[in-house]
């Protein structure tokens, strides 16, 4: 799915890297279809000296690292006191209340799971998405939010990395509360970055994570398969 799962394989069971096709895969034929329908934010919707941040992923799941993430916001309040974070995905209202991500004065919205439609204007209606992972094979939100043309900016955790650096969708940053706010403050302070980053994504997403460019890499390789296939078999023969 990604150079960082190629990189494992390679280095787990003695496979030459050259020997792995790397296949990221797109985000569903369901999501594209309903981003396909609606058009992105604009700017004219966020107040002056604010963020609209988003968060994809289960916070219970201590590899998404939303301790980081909350600590991270935190940081960027006491810059942008206006900023916002919205959490989509599962939680358990246990982890809220231990969080604190509920306390009223935090500006941090839990909105659970979503629809696809849903989910799709969550992308389209934000600034930036975090990662806060501490590790991904792959990241499929990164690519959903490259196509809704959504600036990432996402911790050392594997899977994005490749893709934020062939794409110029975002940023990669430390596994620390101040890397991953800084990052965060730098973006959205600077109007050209921001929709540089945004169109950057669009373009990468639409030349390399669609699903018809998917389609024609499995083929290819399908085809590269077979051909060795026969080739071997007339070598036995």
Not at 60 to 75: G, I, Q, S, V
Request: glycine share 8%; hydrophobic share 40%; with cysteine.
């Amino acid at each position: 799915m990604s150079e960082y799962t190629r990189a494992l394989m390679a280095s787990q069971h003695g496979i030459a890297p050259e020997d792995v096709e790397v296949l990221p895969p797109p985000p569903s034929i369901e999501f594209l279809s309903a981003l396909g329908g609606r058009a992105r934010a604009t700017e004219s919707g966020r107040a002056a000296g604010s963020a609209r941040l988003l968060f994809v992923g289960r916070v219970t799941d201590p590899r998404k690292n939303a301790a980081l993430l909350l600590e991270a916001f935190r940081a960027i309040r006491n810059v942008l006191p206006d900023a916002t974070l919205t959490i989509v995905g599962r939680y358990t209202p246990q982890w809220a209340v231990r969080s604190g991500a509920r306390h009223t004065d935090e500006r941090v919205a839990l909105v659970g799971q979503l629809s696809t439609a849903e989910l799709a204007d969550a992308y389209l209606s934000h600034d930036a998405l975090i990662v806060s992972s501490r590790q991904e094979g792959y990241g499929l939100v990164v690519a959903e939010a490259l196509h809704a043309g959504l600036p990432v900016i996402s911790t050392r955790c594997g899977g994005p990395e490749g893709i934020l650096r062939d794409s110029q969708g975002g940023a990669i940053v430390d596994h620390t509360p101040h890397a991953l706010a800084r990052a965060v403050l730098e973006l959205m302070t600077n109007d050209s970055r921001r929709t540089e980053c945004a169109r950057s994504a669009a373009a990468f997403a639409r030349r390399e994570l669609s699903f018809d460019r998917f389609a024609s890499r499995v083929a290819d390789i399908t085809r590269s398969v077979a051909g060795a296939g026969r080739r071997d078999d007339v070598a036995t023969a």
